[in-house]
């Protein structure tokens, strides 16, 4: 009798565990699944390539995107913040970016015509080129103060990587001073560097009217510098038409943010920190 009993417990065991073996493959392929549609769901990581003198308004363009974008609340958003000559040397050397927002339309349209960008660079802001300058100046002369002996040195960033460089050149070539003033340079390799340079060095320099707001306007107002704006006729506005590409087109963030920047509130953001929006 109780052979037959432990016979008969044995055949239960045997007859029960293929369902339970199917109940675990069907738990583990539901855990599987709904772990990859959660993988699915979520925002690809963002890599932006933003020139300098984007540094302190990138971040209002970010937290503004989370907000308004539904969907994009939590995604991974991380910034290059270089020369847009720099820049463009490291998207041809395959950095991993997925969006490049450059200080011109230059850098943007030789990737385009190298056919690494998905598309045609287009046009997101205008730049505005502004000179600070030591308390001790008359900054009211206009560039024709930095013609006189006490200015001994003037910060600009690299013409050959930076438009703000280039457009600052033009202003002084313009003006009529830049031969007297050349030797006086002190470069930047950004136009933030160059920024620094007149904080802690230089007498006066050309930067990016952006770099006056948030912590950057801080470090002015506490070093006692000043500054003047010039008008457009002073300098071609099309040095500082600041462009951007999309440079990934599988990635969904990067897509996204590509047309936030096209919409009003990035238009709102930029102009309320020293650009001008067409």
Known sequence: MNFNVAIMKKESRCFFL???LVAFLVVSCRGA????RRSTDEPATLHIAAAANLSYVMPRLVEAFREEISGYGMSDIRLTRASSGSLTAQIRNSAPFDLFLAANTLYPQLLYNESLTVGPPLVYARGVPIMVYQSG?????????LTDASVEKIAIAQPELAPYGEAAVEILSRAGVLQQVESKFVYGTSVTQTFQHV????????????LLYGDGGRELEKAGLEWIGFPPEAYNPAVL??????LDSSNSTAAAFFRFMQGERAGEILEKNGYRVE
């Open 137 to 145: 100046i008359d900054g009211q002369k206009g560039v024709e103060c």
């Open 199 to 210: 904080i802690t060095a230089a007498d006066a320099g050309f930067i990016a009217a952006s």
């Open 33 to 36: 699944g709904e772990q990859s």
């Open 18 to 20: 293929p369902f339970l």
């Open 241 to 246: 038409r600041q462009a951007m590409v999309l």
